[in-house]
C-alpha cells in the first residue's frame, strides 16, 4: 500500500513538473521566434529589389489605388487596444487580397513587386497575430514603412 501511495506521489509530482516547464516554454521565447521576429521587422528586402535602370517600375492602378488605400487606413485606424490592431490588419488584409487578385503586371516589375510584396503579407499577418501590444505597434510601424516605400519603386 505505502508502494502505492509513493508511486502516485512521484507520478503526481512529475505530471505537475511538466506542466510547469511547459508553462515556462510558452513564456520565455525560444530562439526560433525571436529570429522570426527581427526578421519579420527587417528591412532586407530593400537590398534586395531593384528600380528599372534607376527608374521606377510601372505598375497597374488597382495596385497604386491599394496602396494609396492602405495608406489611409494606417494614418486613421486608432490603435490603442490589440482589438484595433487585429481590426487594422483585417482591413490591410482585405485590400491586399484585392491587390494581389487584380494584378496584371508581368515580368521584372512583377518580380520587384513581390519582393516589396512578401514582407508586408508577413507582417500583417503576424499583426493579426501577436497579442502584445508593444510588438504589435513595431509591426505597425513596419507596415507604415513598407507601404511607404511602394513609391520609392514604383509608379
Do not use: R
Not at 32 to 51: A, G, K, P
Request: glycine residues 2%.
Amino acid at each position: 500500500m505505502k508502494k502505492s501511495i509513493t508511486l502516485i506521489i512521484l507520478i503526481s509530482a512529475l505530471v505537475i513538473s511538466c506542466k510547469n516547464s511547459e508553462k515556462q516554454e510558452d513564456i520565455i521565447p525560444s530562439k526560433e521566434v525571436l529570429q522570426e521576429q527581427t526578421d519579420l521587422l527587417s528591412t532586407q528586402w530593400m537590398n534586395d529589389i531593384q528600380l528599372n535602370n534607376g527608374s521606377k517600375w510601372e505598375t497597374n492602378i488597382e495596385t497604386t489605388e491599394g496602396v494609396e488605400k492602405m495608406q489611409e487606413l494606417l494614418k486613421a485606424q486608432s490603435t490603442a487596444s490589440i482589438d484595433d490592431y487585429h481590426q487594422l490588419a483585417n482591413q490591410l488584409n482585405e485590400v491586399k487580397n484585392k491587390v494581389v487578385k487584380e494584378c496584371t503586371m508581368k515580368g521584372a516589375s512583377h518580380d520587384n513587386l513581390h519582393i516589396w510584396l512578401y514582407p508586408l503579407i508577413e507582417k500583417v499577418s503576424a499583426l493579426s497575430k501577436t497579442n502584445d501590444i508593444d510588438e504589435a505597434s513595431k509591426i505597425k510601424q513596419s507596415i507604415i514603412d513598407n507601404v511607404n516605400a511602394y513609391t520609392t519603386y514604383f509608379q
